[in-house]
């Protein structure tokens, strides 16, 4: 090869990796600036995040990828809450019912729960809330025993910062000095209890009462709209409270059977557990199933067991388990949220012709 030739391969291979060497740092140069951008982008999303979470909204959609099951920051979760449950007593089946489901849905849900049993006593009632209160609890649910006398803990309670939930009967309380209720229309069980008894007695009749806890809103509200829709051919020739329970229920039936014997066609009886012990009262004294027409309250496996030996002929319900819906509302006030002020369970009425079938499902 001749020099000249030499020379010119020479220039021509220094002049490609000079070009070459000057597209790579140009190709190194822009995927640099690629990359400061992403970081750029990542950093201000980073920022929002950092941002909407100091704000207590919800995080950016990159967190909220992340962590998608995690609660906003500064909210309450159920394993934060600590609830009081001064409960009435456990005078029936219903209220081990309704106990039984306030600590089980706590439980599963991990929420602390101060619970105690007032022995159907108001004052003990009123002496565990102040309890709670002082421990600042973050949430007080209280079924209480009777709706008057209420004013005063209702107001330590407001004061103390404690929203307080009405659970099962309710308060002649001004509504301003508790967040919500929750329970049965107990009114709306009389008036159901009173169509039942219409239809039992077509021809009308003389009826007697058993009544729940005098004072109670339960046996209010039952009296109150049982009275609204009985037909007038039907006479309430005595009315006496059995406190709700088995035992107390049965002495005044005996007391009614031995005062007006015959004379009686039906009996409004307001829960399943006075029916019991007035049905043993019944049988004692000679009566067959279904010569006194009885319509009772609440829908308990009792109940269901009455309306199977053919004693009882219509069980209005009232259902006890309301424990999730009180931890519900319970995280939503604790949270500072927005609550409805009155939640009503849905009910129904339970007949003999398909109680046998429906027993074993009944979870009370
Ligand atoms: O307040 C609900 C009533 O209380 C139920 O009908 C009764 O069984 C309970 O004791």
Known sequence: MKFSKVLLLIV???????????????????????????????????????????????????????????????KKTYADLTVCYPQLGAESDWRTANSASLKQTAEQLGVKLIFSDAQQKQENQISAMRTCIQQGVDVIALPPVVEDGWDAVLTEAKDAGIPVIIVDRSVSADPSLYAAHIGSDMVLEGQRSADEMNKLLPDGGKIVELSGTTGSGAAVGRAKGFRENLNPNIEIIDSQTGNFTTAEGKPVMEAFLKKYGDEIDGAFIHNDNMAIGAVEAIKAAGFKPGDIKIVSVDGTRGGFQLMIDGWVQADVECNPLLGPQVMEMSLALANGEPVEPETLTNETVYYPDNAAELLPSRQY
Do not use: H, M, N, T
Request: charged share 15%; net charge negative.
């Open 12 to 74: 021509v291979l220094v002049i490609a990796f000079a070009v070459v060497g000057c597209a790579q740092q140009q190709a190194v140069d822009a995927a640099s600036k690629a990359d400061v951008e992403a970081l750029k982008a990542e950093v201000s999303a980073l920022k929002a995040d950092v941002e909407a979470l100091k704000a207590g909204g919800a995080a950016a959609p990159a967190a909220a990828q992340s962590e998608a099951a995690a609660p906003a920051a500064g």
